[in-house]
């Protein structure tokens, strides 16, 4: 089972890639996340105007992963468990006890909160017809 979802995963991956956002495909939309792999790939080459102008929450993405990364090696830490022992159940259950903490509630609610005001802008934007499809370059 777990072969099959990643080999489904490898494929929507692929498909993604290959042919750009899904949602924007079928509906002609972007999606909340639509810019965040050009964001990146502006921020690996250093032009950094042009990675906030893709998505201005592109720096989001890292700075949580390093925050869960920690979270879950101080758990790890705590319950003596080592590096190479880490199980997946291990990872679950880090994540269920964080979630579990107020702030990491109210965190979470904040990012869906920037991620849904972002979008309500794009798409004020898109679908007005000012400056075409979104890019916050046109207002920098």
């Keep these: ?35 965040m792999t050009r964001a990146f790939l502006s921020a690996a080459q250093l032009d950094f105007r042009s990675a ?3 998505h201005p929450l592109f720096p ?9 990364i920690l979270w ?13 022992q880490l199980r997946a159940r291990d990872i679950d259950a880090a994540l269920t006890e964080l979630m579990d903490v107020a702030a990491a509630r109210v ?7 920037l991620f849904a005001a972002l979008y309500a802008a794009r798409m004020l934007v898109t679908l007005s017809g ?3 499809a979104w890019d916050m370059r046109i207002l920098l």
């Design 1 to 35: 089972m777990k072969r099959l979802a990643v080999l489904l995963s490898a494929v929507g991956v692929a498909f993604c890639f290959a042919v750009g956002c899904p949602f924007k495909l079928i509906t002609g939309i972007p999606c909340p996340g639509c810019g």
């Design 52 to 54: 906030f102008a893709y």
């Design 60 to 68: 989001i993405i890292p700075v949580c992963a390093v925050l869960l």
């Design 72 to 84: 879950v090696l101080r758990r790890a830490a705590a319950h003596r468990i080592r590096l190479r």
């Design 107 to 113: 965190a979470v609610a904040l990012l869906v909160v």
């Design 130 to 132: 000012v400056g075409g």
